[in-house]
């Protein structure tokens, strides 16, 4: 089975504090992605990449921004953290099969607070 | 991406067949009928996705009508373990393409 690993399962940190949250996934997979869930809005796309060292921006990437230096690992980062930044935090991941459709495979999520 | 409309909550006996019903009668013909689930406080988990045809696998089975208006997601013995927010979305095959959910069903289990 695929597996994706979120670093935290529950954060808190201060207003102005850079975060880092940290996704691994463990099936070689070239697309990674991250979403903020929040009541009401459903899923969000913040970044994804197709590959490594490669980013896309999604819907909401103001304030966030990401890394991905190995393929296995992506990272979103909340430069200077902010209270509207408190949610869910989901971190996915697909194969590249070109033609092919691939479900994304999801990590258990963070859940940020932000004081 | 086509959008869909789900019944915002279902019942179900435990060792019943749920069937959960998804309207998308905007589906354009390369795009695939995908469902997910979302456990309280778990990430969304893959359930089965299809084009026309009907799909089965160990989770569940997924029913498109002929039109692929709408379809049907069939857990054929229902558990309290598969209470959960389920969600149907349509989308094209590109890999790197955002999900977008809906509101989706909360099915409840009961004994």
């Known amino acids: 089975d695929v597996k994706v690993t979120q670093s935290s399962r529950y954060l808190v940190k201060r207003t102005g504090e850079k975060v880092f949250l940290e996704c691994v996934q463990d099936?070689?997979?070239?697309?990674m992605f991250w979403y903020r869930q929040d009541p009401g809005l459903g899923l969000r796309l913040i970044y994804f990449?197709?590959?490594?060292?490669?980013?896309e921006k999604g819907d909401i990437p103001e304030g966030y921004s990401v890394s991905r230096e190995k393929k296995e690992r992506f990272s979103l980062i909340l430069e200077s953290a902010s209270t509207n930044q408190t949610s869910m935090y989901l971190c996915a991941s697909t194969p590249l099969r070109g033609g092919d459709p691939q479900p994304q495979h999801f990590g258990d999520g963070t859940r940020l607070s932000i004081l | 991406d086509a959008k869909t409309t789900q019944p915002p909550s279902m019942d179900c006996a435990e060792g019943r067949a749920a069937n959960l019903p998804c309207n998308h009668s905007t589906i354009s013909g390369n795009e695939y009928v995908y469902w997910y689930r979302q456990i309280h406080s778990q990430g969304p988990q893959y359930i089965i996705h299809?084009?026309?045809n009907n799909e089965t696998n160990e989770m569940a089975s997924l029913i498109i009508t002929e039109d692929r208006k709408s379809s049907t997601l069939i857990l054929p013995h229902a558990t309290l373990r598969d209470t959960a927010v389920y969600y149907c979305?349509?989308?094209?095959?590109?890999?790197?393409?955002?999900?977008?959910f809906g509101t989706g069903t909360r099915l409840q289990v009961t004994l």
């Open positions: 990449s197709y590959d490594v060292k490669m980013k």
């Open positions: 299809g084009l026309k």
């Open positions: 099936m070689d997979h070239e697309n």
């Open positions: 979305i349509v989308r094209f095959t590109g890999t790197a393409s955002k999900l977008t």
